[in-house]
């Protein structure tokens, strides 16, 4: 599948929750913006970038964010992978990543991206445990990317990847 040309439409807010948690809208990013991003990230530009807060439904209080970068480039992939997240410390261990997870999945899927690869930080347990949680399933343990390292990623990522629908996770 050919990378967008321009961002693609964003699913009605109704269909970004799980009436737990919903995911608005933040902002955009695409090759445009290369030049606002620090050198480091400028390589992140080749692909559109929906960044999202994560808002508990019942308040609206916001509880963390996440990204999607719309991409089948396997260097970006095998770099940084899709997907991103995190749950403000007051937030956390209350599965608001897992869902906001499985939402990424469902918008992954309906743009075509398929699967999802999330990479994690080989100690980083809680976020390992989110993924896992949200039905992704460990493919195996790399060496971290230099672009990664430039981003202040660890030595050795665990790669993770969305199973429904199946595909060929051997990559």
């Given amino acids: 599948m050919p990378e967008p040309v321009a961002p693609r439409q964003l699913p009605p807010p109704e269909e970004l929750t799980d009436g737990v948690i919903e995911l608005r809208s933040i902002r955009v990013l ?40 719309d991409t089948n480039d396997p260097a970006l992939i095998d770099a940084v992978g899709h997907t991103g997240y995190a749950v403000d410390e007051a937030h956390r261990r209350q599965g608001y990543a897992s869902r906001a997870i499985r939402l990424i999945v469902g918008l992954a899927h309906r743009f075509g991206v398929s699967p999802l690869w999330v990479l994690i ?39 993770y990847a969305s199973v429904d629908p199946p595909n060929d996770l051997s990559r």
């Fill in 121 to 159: 930080e080989a100690d980083n347990t809680a976020s390992r445990r989110a993924a896992e949680r949200a039905g992704l399933r460990l493919v195996d343990e790399v060496e971290t990317k230099a672009e990664a390292v430039a981003l202040g990623l660890g030595p050795g990522m665990c790669r």
């Fill in 30 to 69: 695409g090759p445009d913006d290369a030049a606002s991003r620090p050198a480091e990230e400028r390589f992140l530009a080749g692909a559109f970038e929906y960044r999202f807060a994560i808002h508990r439904c019942d308040n609206g209080v916001r509880v963390g964010r996440i990204h999607l970068r």
